[in-house]
């Protein structure tokens, strides 16, 4: 059975719905209100907010959609559609007025991506994909089928509050430290697969993730030639709380670091 959507007619009214609430909650500087939900998670009323707006117009988009979202604004559903919302992906970059956070978005159809967006908000640039095709504001984008682990720029994230892998992680740290260009890490998971999947970056890893984190830029990163998978090389990178994408040849390179820290 299929969805029966028209995905290009779609992509085009979420890029519409997007860019109208960069324009409604972040042309302005003002960064609001701030709240902690635990241990270095932060929310600020803007999360909200534009969780709020997001669902209310994609509920309008595909009425038959169920929700999986940071904030749980709205009932999570797992219906047959189900949009996986983060409504600012780097909230701490964004409390901090360091110019680096998203919006994450994608549309599953029983447990599969069918369309995924990343709105780095700062650029103003639009990462998307659907039917095997990646974006950025409209103009394809691939990952750097070029690159080798010698010449590579990695991207990561540190633990915020799950720290039992930390000897582990640190060790593919010096890894990557000692066998690539560098190391960069920019604060949001969504950015870095976006990057990943343009060729800025040309591998990423990060444990401790959640879904709405990493569904859309996986996505993103897949339709534009990469490989995307968990630290194991063939399991689920959205839900498994760990993932490894990259250019073909240095996510092979960078695997057996990553298996280590199963």
């Not at 500087?29 to 117009?57: C, M, P, W």
Request: include cysteine; aromatic fraction near 12%.
């Amino acid at each position: 059975m299929s969805h029966n959507l028209n995905l290009s007619e779609l992509h085009e009214a979420v890029k519409s719905v997007l860019k109208e609430c960069r324009k409604q909650f972040f042309e302005s500087t003002d960064y609001h209100s701030l709240d902690l939900k635990g241990l270095n998670q932060l929310v600020t009323n803007n999360d909200i907010a534009v969780e709020k707006f997001l669902t209310t117009r994609l509920a309008e988009l595909t009425p038959e959609a169920g929700f999986l979202t940071e904030e749980e604004t709205v009932v999570q559903e797992k219906n047959d559609l189900r949009w996986i919302i983060d409504p600012i992906d780097g909230t701490t970059n964004y409390v901090h007025k360091i110019p680096v956070f998203s919006i994450s978005v994608a549309l599953q159809f029983r447990s599969e991506t069918i369309l995924g967006f990343v709105y780095e908000l700062n650029r103003d640039e639009l990462f998307s994909a659907f039917n095997g095709k990646a974006f950025c504001n409209d103009s394809p984008i691939s990952v750097n089928k070029e690159s080798t682990l010698e010449n590579s720029l990695v991207a990561t994230g540190f633990p915020y509050y799950t720290f039992e892998g930390l000897d582990k992680y640190l060790e593919v740290l010096v890894f990557a430290m000692k066998n690539t260009r560098g190391v960069r890490r920019l604060g949001s998971a969504a950015v870095d697969l976006a990057y990943v999947a343009c060729g800025r970056f040309d591998v990423f890893f990060e444990y401790g993730l959640n879904a709405w984190d990493v569904a859309a830029g996986a996505y993103i990163t897949e339709c534009a030639g990469g490989k995307v998978s968990d630290f194991s090389g063939y399991g689920d990178p959205i839900f498994g709380r760990q993932i490894l994408a990259g250019s073909p040849v240095v996510f092979e390179d960078f695997l057996p670091e990553v298996r280590k820290m199963q």
